[in-house]
């Protein structure tokens, strides 16, 4: 007896960070990783053993299978909502765990209810199991949708032995929803739900019975106040897919966008519109994010953006106020960022000769939406030197190109792509890169080599 207690090391208490996952052996206000205030948890600490353990025996066979071997691949199934199914690659794969987050409200339960109700119409079975709401209240949710006919399988319930245990006395389903995974618990971890400890141990369970039965497992997962998925950031490695539902509760439209995909592209979006009937889908986005004015206005100009292959045009908008006084003028930025916009001001007043020191600086993204191509450079420039001078860019044009240090206008992936895509929506001319090739005949392309070129143009009107 007092052998095995020598064999086993007292337990530590470790502190894990909700934000970052780092672990610490004693609890701090602050994480040393990642800066950040009161999120260091107490973790249900691991069992320590003092002698090294010998594993290279007593397990079972590992069955190998060869690579290039043909055999039968899983087959995806296609959820009914084509925006879903863009942003998936193609629908679900069987066996797959797909991690969907997104602000509270903004829809994620809406539009799982919606492709599970589509999927259980086709004849393929479907549980939905909610940890926040009750059953009866996701069928008043489902009787709004008009949904109420379709043979989901409900279910209220945390814990996932129970939930495990009802699912292998049936048939496995086409698809298994956790609304959400911050609300498992098991029995066999200590620690309340959505700890860190919890959270891990409940979704490679519920990943485990996913490949083990081959349905396809979509996990809901709440999200900080800087829009991060809570909890371990070991639960984005666990999972297959990665998505986030993003949006502004202003506007009536939300993007599915795929951060991590083992089985298509990342950077793919689904576009949707929330509407009385729940989310509908939208086959061109562009028209969501343009003003549909006829007269041109000075600080507005209009950017195709690329998400993963599919173009979509957005319009941007600049806005200068000149200072009076001697009060430290304001930079506001919406939908972009804010360090590219200083940099982009600074090129214009050290290569072109604008003075931006003495204004205040406004840029919208209009809609809501949020651009990270550096693309955009060239179409934020032309908005603001056009806000600058009070004078409209010319009128159904279109502005892309990355801006160096040096205020030369570099070349843009899939420029071809950009240009065709605006042509097709009624724009007459564009402005970017000198070497763009691949575009269509209905738009006339001008290049340009230097950022003062742009403002020759937009200066002097022409």
């Given at each position: 007896m007092f052998r095995l207690a020598g064999l086993m090391a007292k337990p530590k208490k470790r502190y894990v960070c909700?934000?970052?996952?780092?672990?610490?052996?004693?609890?701090?206000?602050?994480?040393?990783?990642?800066?950040?205030?009161?999120?260091?948890?107490?973790?249900?600490?691991?069992?320590?053993f003092s002698m090294k353990h010998d594993l290279s025996s007593g397990g079972r066979a590992v069955e190998f299978v060869e690579l290039d071997k043909?055999?039968?691949?899983?087959?995806?199934?296609?959820?009914?909502?084509?925006?879903?199914?863009?942003?998936?690659?193609?629908?679900?794969?069987?066996?797959?765990?797909?991690?969907?987050?997104?602000?509270?409200?903004?829809?994620k339960s809406t539009l799982l209810l919606q492709a599970a109700a589509r999927i259980a119409r086709e004849g393929r079975g479907v549980v939905y199991v909610s940890g926040e709401e009750a059953s009866g209240q996701v069928r008043m949710r489902a009787a709004r949708l008009g949904l109420s006919d379709a043979p989901v399988k409900l279910a209220a319930a945390t814990g996932v032995r129970d939930i495990l245990t009802t699912l292998g006395s049936m048939d496995a389903p086409g698809l298994l929803v956790i609304d959400s995974i911050q609300t498992m618990h098991s029995d066999t971890i200590e620690?309340?739900?959505?700890?860190?400890?919890?959270?891990?141990?409940?979704?490679?369970?519920?990943?485990?019975?996913?490949?083990?039965?081959?349905?396809?497992l979509v996990l809901v997962g709440h999200v900080t106040k800087d829009g991060s998925i809570a909890g371990p950031r070991v639960l984005e490695h666990m999972v297959d897919v990665v998505m986030s539902f993003e949006g502004e509760r202003s506007h009536q439209y939300r993007?599915?966008?795929?951060?991590?995909?083992?089985?298509?592209?990342?950077?793919?979006?689904?576009?949707?519109?929330?509407?009385?009937?729940?989310?509908?889908?939208?086959?061109?986005?562009?028209?969501?994010?343009?003003?549909?004015r006829d007269e041109p206005m000075a600080g507005s100009a209009v950017f195709p953006a690329?998400?993963?292959?599919?173009?979509?045009?957005?319009?941007?908008?600049?806005?200068?106020?000149?200072l009076q006084s001697g009060a430290t003028p304001r930079r506001a930025v919406v939908g972009w960022d804010t360090g590219r916009l200083a940099m982009l001001l600074a090129v214009l007043e050290s290569r072109c000769g604008l003075n931006f020191s003495s204004a205040?600086?406004?840029?919208?993204?209009?809609?809501?939406?949020?651009?990270?191509?550096?693309a955009a450079d060239l179409a934020v420039a032309a908005a603001l030197v056009s806000a600058m001078s009070d004078k409209a860019l010319p009128a159904?044009?279109?502005?892309?190109?990355?801006?160096?240090?040096?205020?030369?206008?570099?070349?843009?992936?899939?420029?071809?792509?950009?240009?065709?895509?605006?042509?097709?929506?009624?724009?007459?001319?564009?402005?970017?890169?000198?070497?763009?090739?691949?575009?269509?005949?209905a738009l006339a392309y001008d290049g340009l080599g230097q950022l003062a070129n742009l403002v020759d143009r937009v200066i002097g009107n022409s």
């Open positions: 909700q934000a970052c996952g780092s672990v610490s052996h004693r609890w701090q206000g602050q994480c040393a990783d990642c800066a950040e205030w009161n999120t260091l948890v107490e973790d249900a600490p691991a069992t320590v043909p055999g039968p691949l899983p087959v995806r199934q296609p959820t009914g909502l084509a925006e879903f199914d863009r942003a998936l690659g193609g629908g679900l794969v069987p066996g797959s765990a797909i991690l969907l987050g997104g602000d509270p409200g903004i829809g620690g309340a739900p959505g700890t860190v400890s919890q959270v891990r141990g409940c979704a490679f369970e519920l990943i485990r019975y996913a490949k083990e039965n081959g349905v396809a993007i599915l966008r795929a951060l991590k995909n083992r089985f298509g592209a990342v950077d793919e979006i689904g576009v949707f519109a929330m509407a009385g009937e729940g989310l509908e889908e939208v086959d061109n986005p562009s028209m969501l994010f343009l003003s549909g690329i998400e993963g292959t599919r173009p979509v045009l957005v319009e941007i908008q600049a806005l200068i106020v000149r205040e600086v406004y840029l919208n993204v209009a809609g809501g939406y949020r651009l990270s191509d550096p159904r044009s279109i502005w892309l190109g990355e801006v160096s240090l040096a205020g030369e206008i570099r070349p843009v992936a899939h420029g071809g792509l950009r240009l065709r895509e605006a042509a097709k929506l009624g724009f007459d001319r564009g402005f970017g890169p000198l070497d763009v090739k691949g575009g269509s005949s």
